[in-house]
């Protein structure tokens, strides 16, 4: 399999995504190396030598309009990830979850249709390639803490807070 690669400058920090040859994000997160993609790619998946572009075509265009505002960018990306049935599932539920509208681990096991499977979701969010496409950052613990992310707790506070109608004094942005 090829793919191609790309690295941009985002308000969070770099941002890479490699995608395979139809476009589909194989892997993303906010990272310069390439490498801490391809380790998380599927070995079914994993491509050989990907090529590196400074552009991705809609896989760019997206990030940067999510970052300019457009939330709802990142949905109509295609996404490649490979796993048993449940995680594959969670992950396509995962891309369900609204911005601004983060459901807690509990819930979002209960919404994957195995409410009693709360650290199967958990593993699914962990495992999860396609950071920001499927938007395992939207999943928070039941007290409201935000738990793990792979790109560190930084970086998912600062994308829900960019997900947030409000400031962070709670004043609308609209």
Known sequence: MTASWSTLDTPIGPFTALVDDDGAV???????????LTAVV??????????RFTDLGPVTAAVRKYHDGDLAAIEEIP????????????????????A?????????????????????AASACA?????????CHR?????????????????KRALLAHESPT????????
Do not use: C, I, K, M
């Open 26 to 36: 194989l892997a993303s997160g906010w990272t310069a190396e390439l490498a801490a």
């Open 42 to 51: 599927s070995p079914g998946l994993r491509p050989g030598a990907p090529r």
């Open 139 to 155: 999943v928070l613990r039941t007290d409201g803490t935000l738990g793990g992310f792979r790109w560190g707790l930084d970086v």
């Open 167 to 174: 400031d962070e004094q709670g004043r609308s942005r609209a």
């Open 100 to 120: 601004n509208s983060p459901v807690t681990y509990t819930e979002f096991a209960a919404l994957a249709g195995r409410p009693a499977a709360v650290r199967a």
């Open 127 to 135: 495992r999860n390639a396609a950071a920001l496409f499927v938007p």
């Open 79 to 98: 996404v490649r990830q490979r796993s048993g049935a449940f995680l594959q599932h969670a992950w396509e539920v995962l891309r369900t979850v609204p």
